[in-house]
């Protein structure tokens, strides 16, 4: 369940810049380059969760954040990473990549995976059957890099490919690497549901835009204003994401997404939500944050039967605006 943020970076391009050649990009350090971002988040929320005394922290990154440098600066700072492969990387001490060792290991089993349907490639909603691997592996410097950083880093590495996926389709295929030891092959479908986490970031900027808040049709000119206007969306995007998570997670409190006086106001509003059916009645313990979800959804135009499909970003965005006029008018009500 996303409980906050631990850091957040407003980074702006600068409208004028020179191209990659004129910069030349690859022998730039590190701090220079954009990808730096993913370096920054990692070690600025490891700071502010060392002060809150956090249990031990893993870092998780999109194919985006597999570069060289991580894996010592982010190592170094004390916390654990798990990013998504992209490049087929050299390995130290074998003449075979990346990507041939891993798919050389057996099978160390299988399980389904529940892929949602993809409009876009046509793909319908099925049970996957996955197999899995795992190794560990040396990983080679680049030859960009300087000496400062070691010849070679030693991770984890699993993999978890789709068996027969549906004709004319690829195939579901992650490429995983870690810090955490992989001695078994349960350990290795942790770290896939660790990755599998991750779509919940994709879910909270899904929200910021055209699906959700919107935040792209504001009208502000200013960088300043734009930066602002984001800040105050991610927090009500967050707290959207909650509600559509509490209903996968019945133990959940509302304190997550409602401070004390939003509770009350729920209560007040829970009776003239329930439809006219026995089936249309909120079945989830009061104050409980799937219960909240089921308020705000049906404010937001659900039905409320169970045999509906789930309310989604649309449904909870529109509830929660209304919810939260309904609360400025009850807190009139209730000085």
């Known amino acids: 369940m996303p409980l906050g943020f ?25 701090e ?34 597999d570069i060289y440098e991580p894996w010592v600066q982010i190592r170094q700072a004390s916390g654990h990473l798990l990013i998504r492969a992209c490049r087929d990387r050299l390995l130290y001490d074998k003449e075979a990549t990346l990507f041939s060792e891993l798919s050389s290991q057996p099978s160390a089993g299988q399980y389904h995976l529940d892929v949602p349907a993809e409009p876009r490639s046509n793909r319908r909603a099925l049970a996957a059957r996955m197999t899995v691997r795992f190794t560990p592996v040396r990983l080679k410097r ?77 009208e502000n000119e200013s960088i300043s204003a734009i930066e602002k206007l984001s800040l105050l969306a991610l927090s009500v995007a967050l707290q959207i994401l909650q509600l559509r ?29 329930n439809g006219r059916t026995a ?11 799937a219960w909240a979800a089921g308020i705000v959804a049906w404010l937001g135009g659900w039905s409320g039967y169970q045999s509906q499909r789930p309310p989604g970003i649309v ?11 309904m609360f400025a008018g009850w807190q009139l009500a209730h000085p």
């Not at 631990?6 to 004028?16: D, I, M, N």
């Not at 995983?176 to 349960?186: C, D, F, I, M, S």
């Not at 996968?248 to 509003?269: G, K, M, V, W």
């Open 6 to 30: 631990s850091h957040v970076q407003l980074w702006t391009r600068p409208v004028e810049r020179p191209s990659q050649a004129e910069r030349d990009y690859k022998s730039q350090p590190i």
């Open 32 to 65: 220079e380059k954009e990808s730096y971002q993913w370096i920054k988040a990692a070690t600025g929320s490891n700071d502010d969760l060392t002060l809150a005394a956090a249990a031990p922290v893993t870092y998780i990154g999109d194919s985006e954040s």
């Open 142 to 218: 680049s030859q960009r890099l300087k000496d400062d950083y070691p010849e070679q880093v030693e991770v984890q590495a699993v993999e978890a490919v789709e068996v027969d996926p549906p004709k004319g389709q690829k195939p579901v295929h992650w490429r995983l690497l870690t810090t955490h030891p992989v001695p078994t092959y349960q350990q290795a479908l942790q770290i896939i549901q660790w990755y599998r986490w991750r779509w919940h970031i994709e879910q909270l900027l899904a929200m910021l835009k055209q699906r959700g808040l919107d935040i792209e049709a504001s």
């Open 245 to 273: 998570l509490g209903r996968e997670h019945p133990s959940a409190p509302a304190t997550l997404a409602f401070d004390a006086n939003q509770q009350r106001c729920l209560e007040d509003i829970a009776p003239t939500v």
């Open 279 to 289: 089936k249309q009645h909120n079945p989830h313990p009061t104050a409980s944050l």
């Open 315 to 325: 449904t909870f965005a529109r509830g929660w605006q209304v919810f939260q006029g």
